[in-house]
Every structure is written in structure tokens, then in C-alpha cells.
């Protein structure tokens, strides 16, 4: 019957992997920067809101 296809099955099975793992690495590179963003949002939220309660007060 003679070869499979141009890449073999034991690559083809690398190739997999190494798309396996890219992908999950950029997906846990996605979830830290939406989690830096988060964070620098309500830190941000948090110092508006008391630079609003800071003015009420003295005025």
C-alpha cells in the first residue's frame, strides 16, 4: 500500500501537540492580560470614588 501521506504519523502527532500546548499558552496569556485589566479598573474605580467622597466632604 506503500506511505500514509507526507508526514507521518509520528509527527503528526508532534504538530498536534505543539498546537495543543500554543494554544493553551496563549490562552492563559489572554486570561492574565484581562486579569491585569480588571484589576487596573477597579483600582482605578476604587480612587475615583474616594476622591468623590473627599470632596462632598469639604465642600
Given at each position: 500500500m506503500?506511505?500514509?501521506g507526507v508526514i507521518g504519523d509520528k509527527?503528526?502527532?508532534r504538530?498536534?501537540?505543539?498546537c495543543?500546548?500554543?494554544s493553551a499558552i496563549s490562552l492563559?496569556?489572554?486570561a492574565i492580560g484581562r486579569q491585569t485589566q480588571?484589576?487596573?479598573r477597579m483600582?482605578?474605580?476604587s480612587l475615583k470614588?474616594?476622591?468623590s467622597e473627599g470632596s462632598g466632604e469639604e465642600l
Open positions: 506503500g506511505t500514509r509527527w503528526s502527532m504538530i498536534l501537540w505543539v495543543a500546548i500554543g492563559y496569556m489572554v480588571n484589576r487596573e483600582t482605578a474605580e470614588a474616594m476622591e
